[in-house]
């Protein structure tokens, strides 16, 4: 990982992250298999309380002392309760084909981020990224007060230029083509295509902070890309969604091993925030409609998405991935990883 700077000392031996893909692909045996192929896994910490993610720390720890764990920071989108109460109606059929109740009032919350601030302050990891917000200054220290390299998701100059004033370590700059949520800070807009290499050799050009490129990257070719650009590491998620050490629930595998569905979509029907997706029935019949308000629609839906995915319906389900999901194959970690970095 030559260049890294803030990373050198973390223990990878290649270039190469595997992003947290909060919800159930990201486990612990993905992490230790990202670390057993010379590369860094991060403990996706979205959605999970502060004591099941110290669990998962704790078995990751036992084996390895290369990770990284990543938060959601608080960025929220409140809902307007005309548009929820409007959306919930027009979903109810949805939910009623599993038996799913749908809240009736909005829940707003900061993803127990106080707690898990708290957990990794008490009980610090190597490394510890940000999605969706900034921490504050004061945040960000308390964790390199603890010994922890700080990294933090951006996906413009203005952002990148936002995350360097608050102190933190390394940018994450990912492009519109990545999977699940986009990490803008302007939720309330769904972002612009841009091509990821330019947007890493723009913000490479502004900053001496370490960069790791996320998005889209599926081959040798697109990572050996924006390596050129200015990027010292590459993440991949997507890439990862079919290896056996994932949490991909069956309806997740089904949709991407089935018949092509045709190009992924940004969308904000399942969470009310911006998430690039396969395109199923749900987001076909409620992506116009969808409104802005997160976490309060991710909420919302919840109920018919887990009851659907018990159910192995890839219909009701987000099925999260990047622009090219079509290149995933049926492989273990170790094995996408090392034909990623073979040509480096």
């Given at each position: 990982m030559a260049g890294m700077t803030a990373l050198t000392d973390l223990g990878a031996t290649i270039p190469v992250l595997a992003a947290p893909m909060a919800g159930g692909p990201t486990t612990p045996e993905l992490v230790l298999a990202a670390a057993d192929a010379g590369?860094?896994?991060?403990?996706?910490?979205?959605?999970?309380t502060a004591e099941s993610l110290a669990d998962q720390i704790a078995q990751v720890r036992q084996a390895t002392g290369t990770f990284g764990v990543n938060l959601f920071s608080p960025n929220p989108v409140p809902v307007d309760p005309d548009a929820y109460a409007a959306y919930r109606e027009s979903i109810r059929g949805d939910a009623e084909r599993f038996g799913a109740d749908l809240p009736a009032v909005p829940r707003e919350d900061e993803d127990a981020w106080d707690d898990k601030l708290d957990l990794l302050v008490r009980d610090p990891v190597p490394l510890v990224s940000f999605t969706f917000g900034i921490p504050t200054v004061?945040?960000?220290?308390?964790l390199r007060a603890a010994g922890t390299v700080t990294a933090q998701t951006v996906t413009s100059s203005d952002e990148a230029r936002a995350a360097v004033a608050a102190g933190v370590d390394v940018l994450v700059v990912q492009g519109p083509g990545a999977g699940g949520h986009s990490g803008t800070l302007t939720p309330e807009r769904i972002p612009h295509d841009r091509d990821l290499t330019s947007l890493v050799a723009e913000i490479a050009a502004t900053t001496t902070k370490p960069i790791v490129a996320a998005g889209g990257i599926m081959t040798t070719a697109a990572a050996t890309t924006v390596l050129g650009a200015g990027a010292a590491a590459v993440a991949v998620g997507t890439a990862l969604l079919l290896a056996p050490e994932a949490g991909t629930?069956?309806?997740?595998?089904?949709?991407?091993?089935?018949?092509?569905?045709?190009?992924?979509?940004?969308?904000?029907?399942?969470?009310?925030?911006?998430?690039?997706?396969?395109?199923n029935r749900f987001l076909a019949e409620h992506h116009?409609?969808?409104?802005?308000?997160?976490?309060?629609?991710?909420?919302l839906t919840a109920p018919m998405r887990r009851a659907a995915g018990a159910a192995g319906d890839p219909e009701r389900v987000n099925l999260w991935a990047g622009t090219g999901y079509r290149e995933?194959?049926?492989?273990s970690v170790g094995e996408t990883l090392a034909d990623l970095v073979a040509g480096l």
């Open positions: 590369g860094l896994g991060l403990l996706a910490a979205g959605y999970k004061a945040e960000i220290e308390r629930s069956p309806a997740h595998r089904a949709a991407l091993l089935g018949p092509d569905r045709g190009a992924t979509m940004m969308t904000r029907a399942f969470s009310g925030r911006p998430a690039r997706a396969i395109p116009v409609a969808a409104p802005a308000g997160y976490p309060a629609i991710h909420h995933v194959r049926e492989r």
